[in-house]
């Protein structure tokens, strides 16, 4: 291999791989293949900056599967007629997750009607987008599945009856459709988020035309429920609009959702009668933060119970009705949903100490009977080749598809048509090489290697200069940005963030599976060198 043509910092430059009329000459090619190879191992062996492990081992037992088209169209639960997919493998990754979730089922495995999910294509924002979007279609009374099913049971059921009960039966159902309600909002969902949500979590408002509180406020001019007491400590007005309102629910300087602000805000539309969706973190991009979802939700209940939206009947279609719940909270944990469990294991076993005295672990998952759903990237805290993920709820909350096409021999209840096939077999592989000890033991190291670099970058920034601080449990360090080069080669994300009213432009370094101290020392040892902690 010709190494000379490669500059160290260089970007990869698309020149090389140019495609025209002509086959590629076989020198041309193995050329383009080495800078390729080049570029991606080399970067690879400084990538800091990213949740994203690069701790990857797959290409033993697999390698051969990047040889054989195989494609997990329409449910996970039904074979269909694709017959060369691994839904197997899928569902069994799945049911692993949805037990983690569950926690006190823990080695009780589920019944698969306790749960329904699936491994999306996309990242966790496919999750995101799909959990969102079955939100909106449950609080605007869309029909479910189990409607469906219902509703055959009963016409089967109805055929047995004697004509006359039926005929009864008949006129109670269609007096219950005609008690139309008189709440106007009722089927008019609005989102609350926090403003350290992911983009892509933006992003499905625009696609799913969901009116977030902030454009519902805008539409009606409505005035901010908000004083000032209500703002947590060191927030900005920048993250205001031009009518007082906030862009999206304030979040405390740690990253994670301020209770009290979300508790005001959703209680103004509870009022209104807008069921509420609500989207919590579980792992900010940025700081790594965990919402509490336990105690939002404990906080919360009450209203959703005062204004009649803890469970309402609703009206799905002509004559039929059902009693739903009023709000739909998801939780993004496209990180965080993904070692947590262990982490609060850990805690259990004593392994780590809690960070403070009075902390409480922030639980998340499905035994919080309020919970609809969760998302989570499956090559963040895991590791795969591509981006893949999980979308996991239960069975009562699926919604009915839109259409029900013969051609896959399959319901086609998710988000994607083809689905990626070789992503089950990559989560399979990580977990089928651990026992549930093991995960605990690993997350541990983690946990102990991120607290090493925080230590170490902390008692370099001796005045607070550079901003250095960690959410505690999050596996990212932030700090002021350090140079262009030092972005590039140790691929470091930024983001501006105003705190106290100024403007901080700042970097983050995310400790995964693969970091380890030697590379921690030599990021450390090149900040120096560049006089970081002087200038
Ligand atoms: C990365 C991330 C996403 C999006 O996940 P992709 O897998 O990149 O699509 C969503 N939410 C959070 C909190 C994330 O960190």
Redesign the pocket.
């Known amino acids: 291999m010709n190494t000379n043509l490669v500059s160290l910092s260089g970007e990869l430059e698309s020149k090389w791989f140019k495609i025209d009329d002509k086959k590629m000459s076989l020198k041309k090619k193995k050329r383009a293949l080495s800078k390729l190879s080049d570029y991606e191992f080399t970067q690879e062996k400084t990538f800091l900056g990213y949740?994203m492990t690069e701790y990857l081992n797959y290409k033993k037992n697999y390698s051969k599967y990047l040889n054989i088209a195989m494609n997990n169209v329409g449910d996970p639960f039904v074979g269909g007629n694709l017959t060369l997919n691994t839904k197997a493998v899928e569902v069994e990754v799945l049911r692993y997750f949805a037990n983690l979730w569950n926690n006190k089922d823990r080695g009780n495995p589920l019944k698969k009607d306790d749960f329904w999910g699936y491994i999306v294509s996309?990242?966790?924002?496919?999750a995101?987008i799909f959990a969102l979007l079955s939100g909106r279609d449950y609080l605007e009374g869309k029909y479910l599945l189990i409607d469906d099913e219902k509703a055959q049971k009963a016409k089967r059921l109805s055929e047995t009856l004697k004509d006359a009960e039926c005929r009864i039966n008949q006129q109670l159902a269609s007096s219950y459709g005609t008690m139309k309600s008189t709440n106007e909002n009722k089927f008019k969902p609005v989102a609350f988020y926090s403003q350290d949500a992911?983009y892509?979590i933006v992003k499905a408002m625009e696609v799913l035309k969901i009116a977030t509180f902030n454009s519902e406020a805008a539409t009606h001019g409505y005035t901010c429920p908000l004083t000032k007491e209500d703002y947590p400590q060191g927030f900005s007005k920048e993250y205001l609009d031009e009518n007082g309102w906030p862009k999206e629910v304030p979040s405390k300087d740690d990253g994670s959702i301020y209770i009290p602000a979300l508790v005001k805000l959703v209680e103004f539309f509870a009022k209104k009668g807008h069921p509420i969706l609500v989207s919590f973190?579980y792992?900010?991009?940025f700081k790594g933060a965990y919402d509490n979802v336990k105690e939002a939700i404990d906080a919360l209940v009450p209203i959703l119970k005062k204004y009649d939206l803890y469970t309402r009947e609703i009206e799905y279609a002509d004559g039929k009705t059902d009693i739903r719940n009023g709000f739909w909270f998801h939780v993004?944990g496209?990180?965080g949903a993904a070692y947590m469990p262990y982490i609060e294991e850990a805690l259990k076993q004593k392994l780590i100490k809690k960070p403070t005295k009075d902390y409480t672990f922030p639980v998340f998952d499905f035994r919080i009977p309020e919970i609809h759903s969760i998302a989570m990237?499956g090559?963040?805290w895991i590791g795969s080749p591509w981006?893949t993920?999980i979308y996991m709820s239960r069975v009562k909350y699926q919604l009915k598809p839109v259409d029900d096409p013969m051609y896959i021999g399959s319901p086609d209840t998710t988000f994607a048509g083809s689905r990626n096939a070789f992503s089950p077999l990559i989560l399979w592989e990580y977990l089928s090489n651990k026992s549930f000890q093991d995960h605990v033991q690993e997350t541990v190291k983690v946990e102990e290697m991120t607290q090493y670099a925080y230590e170490k970058l902390k008692s370099l920034d001796k005045d607070d200069k550079c901003w250095v601080q960690r959410t505690p449990f999050s596996l990212t360090i932030r700090m002021k940005k350090p140079t262009q080069d030092m972005i590039f080669k140790y691929s470091l994300s930024t983001e501006e963030l105003y705190v106290n009213g100024k403007k901080r432009e700042y970097a983050h370094i995310y400790i995964m599976r693969h970091t380890t101290k030697k590379l921690i020392n030599k990021y450390i040892s090149e900040l120096k060198k560049s006089h970081y902690f002087k200038d």
Not at 122 to 126: A, H, K, R
């Open positions: 949740q996309m990242g966790c924002t496919e995101n992911h892509s973190n792992g900010s991009t993004d496209a990180l990237s090559h963040k981006p993920g």
